[in-house]
């Protein structure tokens, strides 16, 4: 009888969620920010919209890098290159609170796991900080995290597109701890926070 009960049990919850997933949509969005005075940090979203909660994930890349030649009269010319990656996959949510016709408010959240790249030479070599220590290596110990809150709103022009406004916070952490050498261990710990507004543009299919 139990295990009737639970088969019962778990048949119901499967049909629930899939009676939800089979009334969802699709989500995609983009959503130039104006931050950093202005300076714009563009990114997309992919999610899945079940009633007024919506679950997406992203994927934002940065990358900087170059090359420097040091030419000296009567010296050997010092060339240096450097190449830096930065990948910030996140997911989050999105869950829309108020409805007043074609506008609809919302609240929403994700987190994100940047991680960092970094290569540089030095006339070929690896560049170093101390004997033994390169930069690639102490990069390659920062740990960051971070974390983003917004409200905003969308206007719906049909039942699949709309273009909205959003406003809100951004929060970085990061932490570092490494040996250097036999008799220092660096230990840091730091934080930044900023706000921003974008326009969002989104499509729900």
């Not at 909660?53 to 030649?69: N, P, R, S, T």
């Not at 190449?83 to 959240?109: Q, T």
């Not at 690896?126 to 709103?153: M, N, P, R, Y």
């Not at 230990?187 to 729900?204: E, F, I, M, P, W």
Request: with cysteine; net charge negative.
């Amino acid at each position: 009888m139990k295990a009737l009960l639970r088969v019962v049990v778990v048949s119901m919850f499967l049909l629930i969620i899939a009676s939800q997933f089979s009334f969802g949509q699709l989500a995609f969005g983009v959503k130039p920010a104006a931050t950093l005075q202005g300076t714009a940090l563009n990114s997309a979203y992919f999610g899945y919209k079940i009633s007024n909660l919506v679950i997406y994930g992203g994927f934002e890349y940065i990358h900087a890098g170059g090359d420097v030649d040091i030419k000296e009269t009567g010296s050997a010319t010092l060339s240096y290159s450097v190449s830096a990656n930065v990948c910030v996959p996140y997911i989050g949510a999105k869950y829309f609170l108020l409805n007043s016709g074609s506008i609809k408010g919302y609240v929403s959240g994700n987190i994100s796991k940047p991680w960092l790249s970094f290569s540089g030479t030095e006339d070929g070599e690896e560049l170093e900080i101390t004997s033994g220590l390169t930069v690639k290596d102490v990069v390659g110990d920062i740990k960051l995290w971070g974390f983003q809150v917004a409200v905003g709103s969308e206007y719906f022009f049909s039942d699949n597109f709309s273009i909205g406004g959003e406003f809100g916070v951004r929060l970085l952490t990061g932490s570092f701890n490494k040996d250097i050498g036999t008799d220092v261990n660096l230990d840091v710990s730091a934080g930044a926070s900023l706000t921003y507004s974008a326009l969002t543009l989104n499509y729900y299919f």
